[in-house]
């Protein structure tokens, strides 16, 4: 224990080099996720052209980070296609163009290339944010549950999968853990250093995604709460009740003007976004995106009235982008889950996810830590012997000061999960990201202090051992999952090569194995020809052609043209009308398979009498369908 004290920084800097570079090699593998042939196209045209005219819906910050190394690797970008020109948000075409050497007139780059670099700066993203979670923990817990929670960041299967895609999910988990923690700062501290600094990294978040807006309350909820824990001193000539209410309004006000300097620094941002975009790009989205009924009217006239002005222009992007988002959560979005196909929300989604997709060792330890902290404050108002309400709420201001951090991170934990849960847009595990930072720190504290609660060393050995066996096991994880994080589920849930029989899109089934997929062909066609190299396997097609043309129905961000070029023909789920070799992403063949009444006409179940001749990765099915006329 003693070593690990000593050298907990340079032990943490091993795993965030380790984790770093386990991301470089997976995001090598991978090919452009869903997300990303949206979000790659408009970092670069931000950075590049100070115009966000692409993926409105986000603001800049994480885009901007993908963008910046771009700009060192003389790209090509389809500024002439009529995409650009006179396209409405047309960011997936446009992915398709930049990312992809599939028009060369008009762009024409190497995707693997472009989709790396891009990635980069998000696995920086990460690593900061391992930093910050080590450096917290170590405040309050010490240093070796600090490496501890660390560890179950580092290893956790999830947390790598999405550690390097260029999308908003690890993104705004890293700057919403970033601004809590300049945020408990300022409540100790209301100086006018912790005003700016916590307005910066209020800021920051977001900027970086638009779920940060539940900030607001929730800093200003612990802001009054704060205010009233406290204590009047002795010497206070004012009443209590004046005394509690000057203290809300200094808090109040030096809160207000953290909240003011966010709008400006946020205002400060978007300006050279939109310094050279048509603001008339604004009111195009905002009249294809809200029809006439429900927040439309307001949101187009909010848009249309300050689109053409040089200084209410960024304001017109950021608050386009903030209905856009609560556009998408009232309409939903179609998900397989369960063994059905729905675009009505489900309450049990996250909740079931989230057992699904996380470790059984984080699992047990959650739960373990949860039950042992309720038990801890019964008895704590049991010893306090708490009889009124005034006494309660003595006991809660005191502890509240005492435990600000664990307060504000136990109540972000209960409101997002609610907000989750009781919202309409049921994506992907992913979206709880913004979660798991605090409960990796809550599991260390409270594993740390029962450890240091046994008076007996015996026992102390016996459960520093325990914890030694579970970490050994928390590191092994991604070493026996590798490469299939994405695709990740436990165990008890027949893992990743199961986990698609419960629920795909983001969960398991992204567009992340379109490389694995040419990979095989290629392979195959060696195989076929006589020519193997070292390494092939040849074993799973033997006597099967070789793959001239392959119908591929792919679900992802990558482009099967530009990796197979004319082999590739495009497919979706009709019976097919001639034999040969069918790729088909297993998103959509769980929703085609499911009862949802939309999909019957395009329906896979054809392909029950065929048993696939491999899977690439875990989504990609192949399949060899011979003389089709034989199985009408």
């Known amino acids: 224990m003693e070593f690990l004290k000593t050298h907990s920084t340079k032990i943490a800097i091993a795993i965030l080099i380790f984790f770093f570079g386990l991301n470089l090699v997976v995001s090598n593998q991978e090919a452009t996720t869903m997300d990303e042939r949206a979000h790659i196209p408009s970092g670069y045209s931000y950075v590049r052209y100070g115009d966000m005219r692409l993926n409105p819906e986000h603001p800049p910050l994480l885009k901007d980070l993908s963008g910046i190394p771009l700009l060192f690797l003389n790209l090509d970008f389809p500024l002439q296609s009529e995409e650009w020109q006179n396209g409405v948000n047309a960011q997936w075409v446009m992915g398709q163009k930049f990312i992809s050497c599939l028009v060369p007139e008009e762009a024409c780059n190497d995707a693997d290339l472009v989709t790396f670099w891009s990635r980069v700066p998000i696995v920086l993203v990460a690593v900061l944010l391992g930093i910050f979670l080590f450096v917290w923990t170590r405040e309050i817990a010490g240093k070796v549950a600090a490496l501890f929670a660390l560890t179950l960041y580092a290893f956790d299967p999830n947390i790598i999968a999405h550690s390097h895609f260029v999308t908003t999910d690890i993104g705004i988990a890293a700057f919403l853990f970033f601004s809590f923690y300049y945020f408990t700062r300022f409540l100790k501290d209301p100086s006018r250093r912790n005003i700016i600094i916590s307005g910066i990294w209020l800021a920051l978040a977001n900027l970086a995604k638009f779920s940060a807006v539940l900030l607001f309350p929730i800093f200003g909820l612990f802001v009054i709460l704060y205010a009233l824990s406290v204590t009047k001193p002795s010497n206070e000539t004012l009443s209590t009740f004046l005394f509690k209410l000057k203290q809300v309004w200094i808090y109040g006000y030096k809160y207000a003007l953290s909240v003011a300097l966010c709008f400006i620094l946020i205002w400060i941002f978007y300006y050279p976004h939109t310094m050279n975009m048509p603001g008339i790009k604004l009111v195009e989205v905002a009249e294809q995106m809200f029809p006439d009924k429900q927040l439309g009217p307001f949101a187009k006239d909010v848009i249309k009235a300050t689109y053409d002005n040089s200084f209410l222009k960024p304001f017109s992007a950021y608050l386009l982008g903030v209905f856009m988002v609560f556009g998408r959560v009232a309409g939903g979005n179609t998900y397989y889950f369960l063994g059905q196909v729905s675009n009505q929300a489900s309450p049990w989604y996250f909740p079931i996810v989230f057992i699904l997709k996380e470790t059984l060792l984080f699992l047990f330890l959650l739960v373990s830590t949860t039950l042992y902290s309720l038990y801890r404050i019964a008895k704590h108002f049991r010893e306090e012997k708490v009889s009124s309400l005034s006494q309660l709420g003595t006991v809660l201001a005191n502890s509240l000061k005492r435990k600000t951090v664990q307060y504000v991170g136990i109540f ?221």
């Open 412 to 632: 972000f934990v209960l409101f997002y999960s609610f907000v989750s849960i009781t919202g309409n847009l049921n994506i992907g595990f992913r979206h709880l990201f913004p979660i798991l930072p605090f409960l990796y720190m809550f599991i260390a504290k409270v594993v740390f202090d029962i450890i240091k609660r046994q008076e007996d060393q015996i026992t102390q050995r016996i459960s520093y051992t325990v914890l030694a066996i579970f970490t050994f096991f928390i590191v092994m994880t991604p070493f026996l999952s590798y490469p299939h994080y994405v695709s990740y589920f436990n165990g008890a849930f027949g893992g990743h090569t199961n986990g698609y029989k419960y629920v795909t899109d983001s969960n398991y089934d992204w567009g992340q194995d379109l490389k694995r997929l040419k990979n095989f062909v290629d392979t195959h066609n060696r195989c076929a020809a006589g020519q193997a190299i070292s390494g092939d396997d040849c074993s799973l097609t033997v006597g099967l052609p070789p793959i001239d043309k392959i119908r591929i129905d792919y679900f992802g961000g990558a482009t099967p043209e530009y990796y197979f070029g004319d082999k590739m023909i495009t497919w979706h789920a009709p019976t097919p009308k001639e034999p040969g070799w069918y790729a088909i992403s297993i998103g959509f063949m769980q929703e085609n398979l499911s009862n949802h009444v939309g999909y019957k006409e395009d329906s896979y179940d054809w392909l029950a009498k065929y048993q696939p001749v491999t899977r690439t990765g875990d989504t990609l099915f192949v399949y060899y369908v011979p003389d089709f006329t034989e199985n009408k």
